[in-house]
């Protein structure tokens, strides 16, 4: 959860136990009790993760019942603990990855989130295999229509609460609501069934950063059981269901995740974030040789819609020491000029990133001629996001960026840029403390075999959330 939504939650009392102090196994104990979990995976037919706030705090997102957790921190009156970057900055954890490589591999069948920071999204754990139990901070939901909007920005509202935003679909236009629940709100049965249905299925449900004390979420692991499955646990502090478990892990998150991966010999895979920005010019003659004309730069999910990842933007004229050089320092980005008709021009539009981003800026060049008709175009999105994601990871640099789509009328041309903001890679030692030296048992034989089941080792969706 994020600490907005914290904040705007009204404190409870009855929240279990909090402040509880973290257990650490042993390093010979934590190294035997990884090699028991890489095998429990690798036997597993139906891997099932449940996921709590503990997966995230790597991520610089406070957990609530930790020594600095959120409900902990206000139990003693020292107010909500600040995260270490803003929270639409966010990177996955290398746990959230190693459960994507997972999914690809055709071991991790299903994810059960507690938390609504959007990071299992963001990592790329398919929509249709993830149950959100307690919403998303950035997904929207048509009450209509049944249309998701998953933003690059938190939503304004919680509650199931109606937004600013309608429904781009033009039969529909309903308001749109935000999907985080308050203190009150049921769980969404719609998630809630295919949790059940994959706890009830599953041989093993790894319960990884959760306290499992919230109910009705922390029951659903035990489904599993009375199918004969198995409970596994990773969590630095005991859990009510800790007798319930075939095996109890007190470790971080992380270090015991990059020690079960690298004995399954899996590769946990970079993340790439792409975002995405709208470029507007339009413009009007002015009497014949002259044209006024008007660059907008904004959201794909409206004008009013922020740009998280944007602090400014340079537009310069390399060509034309006539044209003055412009700063844009304030959302929206708009700029305002008038130029001859008849002689072209190029454009640099250099977006500097806001913190958080791995690289500090990227230069679009738009060439401007009036008088040459363009035509629309409309690329395939996942076809170009790969190859964004396949240059970024050769190249270790963002920056990188590419036409998604082009609407040309007359006095107009709108263009969708992607763009790549972020790449964080996890193969280095640093990132598991030092697990990735562990070594299998002799008598252990670790092996898996990745399905193909798709483009990405997964099935995809017919409804997956809109990104405009």
């Excluded at 963001?122 to 209509?144: D, Q, T, Y």
């Excluded at 509202?157 to 609501?177: H, P, Q, V």
């Excluded at 008007?294 to 819609?305: D, E, K, T």
Aim: charged share 25%.
């Amino acid at each position: 959860m994020s600490l907005g939504y914290a904040e705007k939650l009204s404190y409870r009392e009855d929240v279990g136990t909090v402040g509880m102090s973290e257990i650490f196994d042993p390093p010979d104990v934590l190294q035997q009790k990884i090699e028991e979990l890489a095998i429990l995976i690798q036997k597993s037919k139906h891997l099932v993760a449940f996921t709590g706030a503990g997966i995230s705090t790597s991520c610089g997102i406070p957990d609530f019942r930790g020594p600095k957790g959120v409900w902990t921190l206000q139990r003693s009156g020292k107010g909500v603990p600040e995260a270490s970057l803003p929270f639409h900055r966010a990177l996955p954890s290398l746990s959230h990855m190693a459960l994507v490589e997972l999914e690809r591999a055709g071991i991790l069948k299903f994810v059960i989130s507690q938390n609504v920071d959007s990071l299992h999204l963001r990592s790329g754990i398919p929509r249709e295999k993830l149950a959100e139990l307690h919403g998303n901070s950035f997904r929207e939901i048509c009450p209509s229509c049944g249309t998701e909007y998953l933003r690059d920005f938190e939503v304004e509202t919680i509650g199931m609460k109606e937004t600013s935003r309608r429904c781009a679909d033009t039969k529909c236009g309903a308001k749109l609501k935000d999907t985080v629940l308050d203190w009150e709100d049921a769980l969404p049965p719609k998630e809630m069934n295919s949790a059940e249905k994959h706890c009830r299925t599953a041989d093993i449900v790894l319960c990884l950063g959760t306290s499992l004390q919230i109910t009705p979420a922390c029951n659903l692991p035990l489904k599993t059981i009375r199918s004969g499955g198995k409970i596994v646990i990773v969590n630095l502090q005991p859990t009510p269901k800790d007798k319930k478990a075939s095996l109890v892990i007190h470790g971080l998150v992380d270090k015991v995740i990059a020690g079960a991966m690298h004995l399954l010999n899996l590769r946990i895979p970079p993340y790439i974030h792409i975002d995405f920005v709208q470029l507007s010019l339009s413009h009007s003659p002015k009497k014949k040789t002259y044209v006024k004309w008007n660059l907008r730069i904004a959201s794909i999910h409206g004008q009013r819609a922020p740009l998280p990842f944007l602090k400014s933007v340079e537009v310069s004229f390399p060509e034309r020491p006539d044209l003055k050089t412009a700063f844009l320092h304030e959302q929206p980005f708009y700029l305002k000029r008038e130029t001859l008709r008849k002689r072209p021009f190029k454009m640099l539009l250099t977006f500097n990133f806001s913190d958080g981003c791995s690289c500090l800026c990227t230069t679009i060049e738009w060439p401007i001629n009036f008088q040459v008709t363009k035509d629309n175009l409309v690329l395939e999105k996942n076809e170009v996001l790969r190859e964004l994601r396949d240059a970024a990871d050769k190249e270790s640099h963002c920056g990188q960026h590419a036409v998604l789509e082009r609407k040309v009328n007359p006095r107009s041309e709108v263009t969708i840029y992607a763009i790549v903001t972020n790449i964080r890679r996890y193969n280095d030692p640093e990132e598991a403390n030092g697990v990735l030296e562990i070594t299998p048992n002799s008598n252990s034989n670790f092996m898996i075999k990745r399905c193909s089941e798709g483009v990405n080792g997964s099935q995809t969706s017919q409804k997956r959330p809109k990104w405009s």
